[in-house]
C-alpha cells in the first residue's frame, strides 16, 4: 500500500472517528443528565426518610400519651371501685343499725369483692368463704 493510500484510508477514518467521539460526547451527556436525576432522586427519598422519620417521632410522643391516659384511667377505675366498696360498707352498716343481718352480709360481702386481695381469696376458698358461720 502506498503512502496516498494509507493517507487516503486516514482521511477517511478520521471522520468516522469524529462522529463516533461526537457519539460518545452525547451519551456521556446523557449519562451525567442520569446521575443528575438519580441524584435528585436520593435528596427526594432522603427528605421523605426524614418526613417518615419525623412522622414516627409523633406517633411514639402519642403513644406514651396514650400509655399515660391509659394509667390516670387505671387509677380512676381504682378509685371507683374503692368508692363502691366504701358505699357497699356503709350500706351494711345500716342494715345492720336497722337489724337487717342478712342486707348488712351482703352488702358487706360485696364491699370485700370490690377489694382486689378479697377477690383473690374469695376465688381460692369459695363464694361463702367472708359469711359469718351463723346469723
Known amino acids: 500500500m502506498s503512502v496516498n493510500g494509507a493517507t487516503h484510508k486516514c482521511d477517511e477514518a478520521v471522520p468516522k ?26 435528596g427526594n427519598l432522603n427528605e421523605a426518610l426524614g418526613k417518615c422519620d419525623e412522622a414516627l417521632g409523633k406517633c411514639d410522643e402519642a403513644l406514651g400519651k396514650c400509655n399515660e391516659a391509659v394509667g390516670k384511667c387505671d387509677k ?28 348488712a352480709v351482703g ?24 359469711r359469718p358461720a351463723t346469723l
Open 107 to 130: 352488702s358487706c360481702d360485696e364491699a370485700v369483692g370490690n377489694i382486689p386481695i378479697a377477690r383473690n381469696f374469695r376465688s381460692k376458698a369459695g363464694s361463702g368463704a367472708l
Open 17 to 42: 472517528c469524529d462522529e463516533a467521539l461526537g457519539k460518545c460526547d452525547e451519551a456521556l451527556g446523557k449519562c451525567d443528565e442520569a446521575v443528575g436525576k438519580c441524584n435528585e432522586a436520593v
Open 76 to 103: 380512676a377505675v381504682g378509685k371507683c371501685n374503692e368508692a363502691v366498696g366504701n358505699l357497699n360498707e356503709a350500706l351494711g352498716k345500716c342494715n345492720e343499725a336497722l337489724g337487717n343481718l342478712n342486707e
